[in-house]
């Protein structure tokens, strides 16, 4: 009896001394990557970006970004009033930005920047994080685009999911 007791306690202390080690791996985890929000855009996030979609997609997309204002459209705009900025950053990795209207609901649009070689130069571009899986994400730059630039889906693995906290 006293040998089976002893191995129960064993057994039940692994499992609990298991139990406790777990939380630690995940707080070392959640040091890694901070989400919170944030009151104003970043500077480098602000200004003019420009996108140019197929027609059958609605041709030519204008962000304007200020410190408190988001109006994504060009033909018929939609300003974010009342607007939540969140900001998702792991280590390593991009540090994506979300934006959102406290007062009307709608689908969160996250952007991250990157550089991208355009014509032979870098360039600052503005990366919409796609909605879906397999879909290459858009470029939006600084200056009025005649083609569409997109971004590799393989940059999307380094970046973080601003929606999954």
Known sequence: MKK??????????????????????????AAASKWGYIKNTPKKL???????????????????????KVTLGLKSPFTFKS?????????GKFTTYGFNSKTEPSDASSFFNYTKKINGKKRHVLV??????????????????????????????????????
Not at 4 to 29: D, E, H, K
Not at 83 to 90: E, F, G, N, R, Y
């Open 4 to 29: 089976f007791l002893i191995s129960l306690l064993v057994v039940l202390a692994a499992v609990v001394g298991g139990n406790v080690a777990a939380p630690g791996n995940t707080t070392a985890q």
């Open 46 to 68: 602000r200004g003019t970006w420009y996108h140019k979609y197929s027609k059958r997609e609605g041709g030519m997309d204008r962000l304007i970004v200020k410190k408190h």
């Open 83 to 91: 607007l939540t900025i969140s900001k998702m950053a792991q280590k």
């Open 128 to 165: 919409l994080m796609p909605q879906g899986t397999g879909i290459r994400p858009a470029a939006y730059t600084h200056f009025k685009p005649k083609h569409t630039y997109t971004v590799s889906t393989s940059v999307l693995k380094r970046t973080p999911d601003p929606i999954s906290r």
